[in-house]
C-alpha cells in the first residue's frame, strides 16, 4: 500500500493540489462573491486557521493511523463488502467510492442529530459567514471521534487503499468548493448540481433555520440527499443568515470560545438570546423543494 496518496496522511503533493484550491477559491469568491459577508474577514481567518490547523493536526496524527491500520486489515483478512463481492477493478473502485461517499452523508446526519456530536459539530456552523475557510474549521474532538467512524466506514466497506486515496483527495477538494463563497452561474451550478454538491446547496445547510440545517448533508454527490429526501435547494442565497442563532453575537466566534463549546452548557441553538426560534417567512420560499434559487 502506498500510504503516501492519502491527504489524511499529508503528503507534498496532495497538501500542494489542496492549497492551490484554497488559493483559487479564494480569489474566486473575493472577484465573484455569492453572499454578502456580515463580519470581518481578518478576524474570522484567524479563528478558522486556529480551529483548522488542530483539526488537521488531530487527522493527521489519530484519524490517519487508525485509518491505515484499518486498510491494513482489510487487504490482509481480505475483510468487508467489496472484499467479499469481489468486482472487476474499475467496477470495485467506483462502487467504493459511491459506498464512502454514502457513509459519509450518514456520519454528517448523525453529527446533527446526535445531541453528543451536535455540541462539536455546532463549532462549524457556529460560523457567521461561510467561505472556502469554513471547509477544514471542524472542532478537532470532532475530528477524533471520526475516527472511529472511518474505522468502520473502510472495514463494512472492504474500501482499498487506492479508492480510499482516490476518495481522500476527492473529498478535499469538493470540501473546499462546496463551503467557497463563489457565485457560478445560476444555470450552471443547477447542472453540476444534479451530480455534485454546489456552493449554493451546501450554502442553506448553513443556514440559522433549523429546518434548512437539518438538509443538505451530502459531501461529493448531491444524490443522496435527494433519495433520502432531505434536499432543500428553495431559497435564495441573499435571504440566508449563515450561523447558529443562540451564538451569533461577534464576541461568541473567538478561537478560545469555539475550542471550549463542546463542553459548556449549551444554549437554546435556535434561538436569539431570548427571543423567538427563528424561522423562515413564507415569502422566502418558493417552490419546488429542489428548485434552486439564486
Ligand atoms: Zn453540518
Not at 80 to 106: H, K, R
Not at 216 to 235: E, K, Q
Request: hydrophobic share 50%; net charge positive.
Amino acid at each position: 500500500m502506498n500510504e503516501s496518496w492519502t491527504w489524511l496522511g499529508a503528503p507534498l503533493p496532495t497538501i500542494a493540489i489542496l492549497g492551490a484550491a484554497f488559493l483559487v477559491l479564494f480569489i474566486a469568491e473575493r472577484l465573484a462573491p455569492l453572499r454578502a459577508p456580515r463580519s470581518s474577514l481578518a478576524g474570522r481567518l484567524v479563528v478558522n486557521a486556529c480551529v483548522s490547523a488542530l483539526a488537521l493536526a488531530t487527522a493527521y496524527f489519530v484519524v490517519a493511523p487508525a485509518a491505515m491500520a484499518a486498510l491494513r486489515e482489510v487487504s490482509f483478512r481480505q475483510i468487508g463488502l467489496l472484499q467479499w463481492i469481489a468486482l472487476p477493478e474499475p467496477a470495485e473502485v467506483a462502487f467504493g467510492f459511491v459506498l464512502m461517499d454514502l457513509s459519509f452523508y450518514y456520519w454528517h446526519m448523525a453529527n446533527h442529530k446526535i445531541p453528543f456530536l451536535w455540541r462539536f459539530h455546532n463549532v462549524h456552523h457556529v460560523d457567521p459567514d461561510l467561505d472556502v475557510s469554513t471547509a477544514f474549521r471542524f472542532h478537532f474532538g470532532e475530528v477524533a471521534f471520526s475516527a472511529v467512524f472511518r474505522v468502520a466506514q473502510i472495514v463494512l466497506i472492504g474500501v482499498t487503499p487506492f479508492t480510499f486515496a482516490l476518495y481522500e483527495i476527492l473529498f478535499g477538494l469538493h470540501t473546499l468548493f462546496h463551503h467557497s463563497n463563489v457565485r457560478l452561474p445560476l444555470a450552471l451550478e443547477r447542472w453540476i448540481n444534479k451530480v455534485l454538491v454546489t456552493p449554493r446547496m451546501h450554502g442553506v445547510h448553513h443556514s440559522d433555520v433549523r429546518r434548512e440545517n437539518n438538509a443538505n448533508y451530502s459531501v461529493v454527490f448531491s444524490l443522496w440527499d435527494r433519495l433520502h429526501r432531505t434536499l432543500r435547494l428553495n431559497i435564495a442565497q441573499t435571504r440566508i443568515v449563515i450561523g447558529v442563532p443562540g451564538y451569533l453575537e461577534p464576541a461568541n466566534n473567538v478561537v478560545r470560545n469555539m475550542l471550549v463549546l463542546p463542553f459548556r452548557t449549551q444554549r437554546d441553538y435556535w434561538r436569539i438570546a431570548d427571543g423567538p426560534v427563528v424561522e423562515r417567512s413564507d415569502s422566502d420560499i418558493t417552490l419546488p423543494r429542489n428548485g434552486m434559487q439564486a
